[in-house]
């Protein structure tokens, strides 16, 4: 049974940072591509960035290109979202999913089948 726990969400002054975890047990996250995604109440979940089991990257908004990086520290079995420069319009619940293939599955959530519960990020002063 693939689990994943994501933690890390919070409340951040604009401009501010945070990094956001994506712990997995069940499985060894190295073998597979993990994508973050984020949720506001009332639109679609949206892509946000992914990165494949060889380390590729892949960041999918234009919004947060420069912003937000993605990483993975296999010996932990984690996935990074490291943050910068926060705006408003961050804000979200935001989820690690994973499709358990090498490759990233794309933008879209429908192709991920493994989630985690979600970590609130609130960007306000």
Same mark, same amino acid.
């Given at each position: ?6 933690? =890390? ?7 501010? &940072?945070?990094? %956001?975890?994506?712990?997995?047990? =069940? ?19 949206? =892509? ?22 993605? &990483? ?8 990074? %979202?490291?943050?910068? &420069? ?14 358990? %293939?090498?490759?990233?599955? =794309? ?19």
């Amino acid at each position: 049974q693939v689990q994943l726990v994501e933690s =890390g969400g919070g409340l951040v002054q604009p401009g501010g &940072s945070l990094r %956001l975890s994506c712990v997995a047990s =069940g499985t060894a996250l190295e073998n597979y591509a993990v994508a973050w995604f984020r949720q506001v109440p009332g639109k679609e979940r949206e =892509g946000v960035s992914c990165i494949t089991s060889e380390y590729l990257t892949t960041v999918y908004p234009d919004s947060v290109k420069g912003r937000f990086t993605i &990483s993975r520290d296999n010996s932990r079995n984690t996935v990074y %979202l490291q943050m910068n &420069s926060l705006k408003p319009e961050d804000t979200a619940v935001y989820y690690c999913a994973t499709a358990l %293939l090498r490759l990233c599955s =794309g933008r879209y959530a429908e192709e991920y089948d493994y989630w985690g519960q979600g970590t609130t990020v609130t960007v306000s002063s």
